[in-house]
């Protein structure tokens, strides 16, 4: 029977019944208020219930915000909670079936946000939102009810499921929000909050709860085990960055979930403001993965922002200012002291915070000696930053000089002093000194930047160090950054160099596990970010990898849009042409890229390797002598010359420069590429002691072993050549697709061994897959003449000279015994 009044308060009327009792509206009649009064069954209820209850209630009372709905008080007659009573619906109540209005459901989402963030940050967590907690005012404001209640019942109800369906039922509504570390009785922090907020939001934007399915147990097993259903008209409805943050705030692992949320209110908010719901309008669509990028891996080009600001220069206008950073070693001056570290860190990241300034770093700088104003100029920059840092006690001087590069103006200059003991007060202050010499450009300074601690700038700068000088296992510097980026989060620079090395290390290794997290990672990235281009730009690298050049040009697209002129569209354009096999296109794209940014070197470093690729010597040989006269000693571009020698030049000028190479640094691609150019020679001997040097670099190396095995092979070690063979066969097997290469390079093994069938199958798969590459279409032949199918190994010969193959691969031994060479015409025939 319902209660006409309890303690002062006069019962007006029921509004409500839920798990935990039934709820009256009541009239306070000292106060002249309305108040809400919710009961608790403590009929059969398990011992202690109310005392929980009660301090569950302090707790909650303690809250005050807003969004948040006041507790008056503890009424131990009812026993009941009073409070605040809210005239207006719950949420259930404003939910539609096909979702609501976005800015709607973006409003309401921020408020719910703030409200549940001020309690997390005040200890407390909520643990049952549900749209029925959440009640929405005759103002239109969220208000959230409940809090901390529900925390203790979850668990007593859901250890007592087993034996009776009835709880079940009690939890119903409950259910499809909770988190699985609820639902699994695990200890629970703010991150549980974060995870029905993301099914809350699920529901508002599309009509549907991601894990609902016919009764509570199926309900159980789908937040246990699936995907959110619907997610495709989640990406229909709503820009991607809302999509992304509500898809972050569902992972089932609550260390991979959006760990707090700041980072969504940050999101949230520029919806809100309207800033970006036109502009994030992309599809986003996560990448599935294969293929084998080839390309060059070394720089740090990090890609940001969103241009808001123009800058008057002639050329510059349009897209974002290209900023480079020199590394410490170039303004270290007085004694060596741990806060130039800090110092630079900071400047990296307050350079990441601007959003239409596209910082350029490199690590593994290719020359030696340069100074950093020679270095902005080879990076293609716009301007550079000097940091200069006298250390003095207690405060130490920074000054901090914006120059152009072109001709070395000084544009800009602060100086100031750092509190040497205090690090977090000097980390600010470069940041806000970094704010201030761009002064008028957009950035967003709040997110979590401050929280980093002294250990976090040191283990950055040691993996950048490691990086740069190109010391130390790269798999292993990626677990480090891993770890740091995962323990700090908000460090933008970190996050940014993660991605990059994941993206090289996949590359290198093949590994799916470094794409998944270099996609992971850009995940958090894009709404953690000021602004989305330094995440477009590298997911438009990633879907190339994947082969989805479809979203890759979406995005491309996109970025062109928000950074008109920027040659790094043209860039990545490139890099779709070569994708695509259209090497000429790809061609003329890096070309028209390097005329576009000023003098770097890097663009004419791709279109040299382009141009090695399509068999364009002059062209190659072109662009390798500009990166030399401009940076003397470039390895990289050494590197380049070399390989255009040994490909299609002078093979005795390949061999001295691979020498000259080693004698600055012993790289397993110099000796292997040195191994090839004696086997040229028919210099076998030699050959396989530069193979044997590669392999004890790099144990397990598969080109190198089967290099290794054809030098045998020549030398008449037919025994040892096929055990050789057998053991890269016996490799394990790089999880995916191991693209067309890694194809080719087992088809050659299985065709030593005469297991023809399989040889033959790969090199289909291979060719039909990379139906253009002349690499390719010359190893298809060097497999079909192993089987002894001359006419197959003739026309795939053909091919591979057509596309710009050097004659002189086809006077390797392998060839010996098959009329292939011999019988091609000597000029190349129309097609
Ligand atoms: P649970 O017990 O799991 O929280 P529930 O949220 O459905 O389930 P109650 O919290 O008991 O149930 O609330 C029942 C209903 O009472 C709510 O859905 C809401 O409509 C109404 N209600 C609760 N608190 C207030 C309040 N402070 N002001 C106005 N209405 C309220
Ligand atoms: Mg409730």
């Not at 909650?60 to 969004?67: E, T, V």
């Not at 404003?94 to 976005?102: E, Q, R, S, T, W």
Request: one cysteine or more; hydrophobic letters at 40%.
């Amino acid at each position: 029977m319902d209660p006409t009044s309890v303690a002062g308060y006069r019962v007006v009327e029921r509004i409500g019944r839920g798990g935990m009792g039934v709820v009256y509206r009541a009239r306070d009649s000292v106060l002249d208020r309305d108040v809400a009064l919710k009961y608790v069954d403590s009929a059969g209820a398990p011992e202690g219930r109310v005392e929980r209850l009660i301090r569950e209630a302090k707790i909650a009372s303690s809250l005050q915000h807003p969004g948040i709905v006041t507790i008056y008080g503890f009424v131990s007659e009812g026993p009941c909670i009073a409070m605040e009573y809210i005239r207006g619906d719950t949420l259930s109540a404003h939910l539609l079936p096909d979702g609501m209005a976005l800015d709607k459901a973006v409003r309401l989402g921020l408020q719910i946000a703030e409200a549940l963030h001020y309690a997390h940050q005040s200890g407390v967590i909520h643990a049952d939102l549900k749209p029925s907690n959440i009640m929405i005012d005759l103002t239109g404001r969220a208000k959230v009810l409940d809090f901390g209640l529900a925390h203790w019942r979850l668990f007593e109800e859901l250890q007592t499921i087993s034996d009776s369906g009835e709880h079940l039922q009690q939890l119903a509504g409950t259910i499809p929000y909770m988190s699985p570390e609820v639902v699994m009785g695990r200890s629970l922090d703010c991150r549980s909050d974060i995870f029905s907020l993301g099914c809350v939001l699920f529901e508002m934007l599309t009509g549907l709860r991601p894990f609902s399915a016919d009764n509570p147990a199926a309900t159980l097993n789908s937040l246990l085990n699936r995907m959110p259903r619907g997610i495709e008209i989640l990406h229909q409805k709503v820009p991607a960055a809302l999509a992304d943050l509500v898809l972050r705030m569902l992972e089932k692992d609550p260390s991979r979930r959006l760990p707090t949320l700041g980072d969504a209110i940050v999101v949230l908010r520029d919806f809100c403001d309207g800033v970006d719901v036109l502009r994030l309008r992309t599809k986003h669509r996560f990448l599935s993965v294969s293929a084998i990028r080839r390309g060059l891996p070394l720089l740090f080009t990090v890609f940001l922002g969103l241009l808001m600001y123009l800058i008057s220069e002639p050329g510059v206008s349009g897209r974002q200012l290209r900023v480079f950073l020199a590394q410490p070693e170039y303004y270290r001056e007085g004694e060596d002291t741990p806060m130039d570290t800090v110092i630079w860190s900071s400047v990296v990241n307050g350079l990441h915070l601007l959003g239409s300034i596209q910082p350029i770093l490199y690590h593994r700088l290719p020359v030696e000696g340069s100074d950093p104003a020679q270095l902005a100029k080879l990076a293609g920059s716009d301007e550079w930053i000097n940091v200069r840092f006298q250390p003095e006690n207690p405060l130490g001087n920074v000054q901090l000089q914006r120059i152009r590069t072109g001709d070395g103006a000084l544009l800009k200059q602060v100086q100031f002093s750092v509190p040497k003991e205090y690090l977090s007060q000097s980390s600010q202050a470069v940041l806000s000194q970094v704010l201030a010499i761009y002064r008028g450009m957009e950035s967003r300074q709040s997110i979590g930047y401050s929280a980093l601690s002294y250990s976090d700038y040191s283990r950055f700068v040691e993996i950048y160090s490691s990086l740069n000088q190109g010391v130390g296992d790269r798999q292993v510097l990626f677990n480090k950054l891993d770890k740091l980026i995962s323990e700090a989060p908000g460090f933008f620079a970190a996050e940014v160099m993660a991605v990059d090395l994941a993206h090289d290390l996949f590359s290198d290794t093949e590994k799916m596990f470094y794409l998944e997290r270099a996609k992971n990672i850009i995940g958090r990235l894009q709404f953690a970010h000021p602004n989305p281009v330094v995440v477009l730009q590298r997911k438009a690298l990633l879907s190339i990898d994947s082969g989805d050049i479809e979203i890759a040009e979406e995005i491309v697209n996109k970025i062109s849009s928000m950074s008109p002129g920027d040659p790094e569209v043209l860039l990545l354009r490139s890099r779709i042409a070569e994708h695509r096999g259209d090497i000429s296109k790809a061609l003329s794209l890096v070309t028209k890229a390097s005329s576009m940014a000023s003098i770097s070197w890097s663009a004419w470093y791709r279109a040299a390797a382009l141009a090695i690729r399509n068999g364009d010597v002059d062209t190659a040989r072109d662009k390798v002598d500009k990166i030399l006269n401009l940076t003397p000693g470039n390895t990289l571009a050494l590197g380049q010359r070399g390989l255009v020698e040994l490909l299609y030049g002078d093979v005795d000028r390949a061999v001295s420069i691979y020498k000259r190479l080693l004698e600055i640094k012993r790289h397993r691609s110099y000796l292997v590429n040195l191994g090839l150019a004696l086997m040229l020679k028919e210099n076998y001997q030699e050959a396989r002691v530069n193979f044997t040097y590669a392999l004890e670099i790099q144990p397990g190396h598969r080109v190198a072993i089967l290099n290794l095995a054809d030098a045998e092979m020549a030398l008449g070690n037919r025994e040892i050549a096929l055990d050789l063979y057998r053991s890269v066969l016996n490799q394990k097997k790089p999880r995916g697709d191991e693209g067309a290469y890694g194809k080719m390079v087992r088809a050659q093994c299985l065709a030593h061994l005469e297991e023809y069938g399989m040889a033959i199958e790969l090199t289909l798969e291979a060719l039909s897959s990379s139906p253009e590459d002349p690499e390719i279409a010359y190893q298809a032949a060097l497999v079909y003449s192993l089987v002894g199918e001359y006419e197959s190994a003739i026309v795939n010969a053909r091919a591979a000279l057509r596309r710009g193959m050097d004659r002189r691969w086809f006077n390797l031994p392998v060839f010996r015994n098959t009329p292939v060479p011999d019988s091609l015409p000597e000029n190349n025939e129309n097609h």
